[in-house]
């Protein structure tokens, strides 16, 4: 059963913190991707990573970082976290080649205060 | 404007009814999904569409790729289905959504 997992449901934290989220896939997928989903907004992509330590801008990468050091895991770092990066977080990944179903994660609703 | 241009925003049906969610995009693509997004966030891949038409259970998709639509189709509408649903192409490596339709099926 394929899956892509993300360390925590929910989250809250304050301004200026330092935020991790995790995402993990076991399915040795190439393509890694961070989305974040807003109301009236749909999903739009922060960062992408095709391969370990590679990593691509998406839309929307102001005030965030991303770390790919092993293929199966794939870090959202929020380096000062602040209140209008409240929102839903959700992680993906697909095979590298081909028309291939994008698989996502449960989700991590953060809250920052 | 956006490349993916899902209708309506929001649909309100009663059970059983049959329901269709419309999806229009504006570039060449090698892929669309139709995903479905229950209450809580989870997101989960309904089908993946090249041409012509996908079934599964009640579920329909049928895509006109000279057009750039799709559709999805719920037949015979349950209160379990109540949901967003979420149009996506993928564009080689990269994927673009639509904002999402809510549907809420009434018993």
């Known amino acids: 059963d394929v899956k892509v997992t993300q360390s925590s449901r929910y989250l809250v934290k304050r301004t200026g913190e330092k935020v991790f989220l995790e995402c993990v896939q076991d399915m040795d997928h190439e393509n890694m991707f961070w989305y974040r989903q807003d109301p009236g907004l749909g999903l739009r992509l922060i960062y992408f990573s095709y391969d370990v330590k590679m990593k691509e801008k998406g839309d929307i990468p102001e005030g965030y970082s991303v770390s790919r050091e092993k293929k199966e895991r794939f870090s959202l770092i929020l380096e000062s976290a602040s209140t209008n990066q409240t929102s839903m977080y959700l992680c993906?990944?697909?095979?590298?080649?081909?028309?291939?179903?994008?698989?996502f994660g449960p989700g991590t609703r953060l809250t920052v205060l | 404007k956006n490349e993916v241009e899902q209708s309506p925003q929001n649909l309100t049906a009663q059970e059983g009814e049959f329901i269709t969610i419309n999806c229009s995009y504006s570039v060449g693509i090698s892929a669309l999904h139709w995903l479905q997004q229950h209450p809580g966030g989870g997101i989960v891949s309904l089908f993946m569409?090249?041409?012509g038409k996908k079934k599964h259970g009640r579920l329909i998709a049928t895509i006109n790729i000279q057009e750039k639509h799709s559709s999805l189709h719920i037949t015979a509408s349950h209160p379990r289905d109540s949901a967003v649903y979420i149009c996506?192409?993928?564009?080689?490596?990269?994927?673009?959504f639509g904002a999402g339709t809510r549907l809420t099926v009434k018993p």
């Open positions: 996506a192409v993928r564009i080689n490596n990269d994927m673009r």
């Open positions: 993906a990944s697909h095979r590298l080649a081909g028309r291939n179903e994008q698989f």
């Open positions: 569409l090249s041409s």
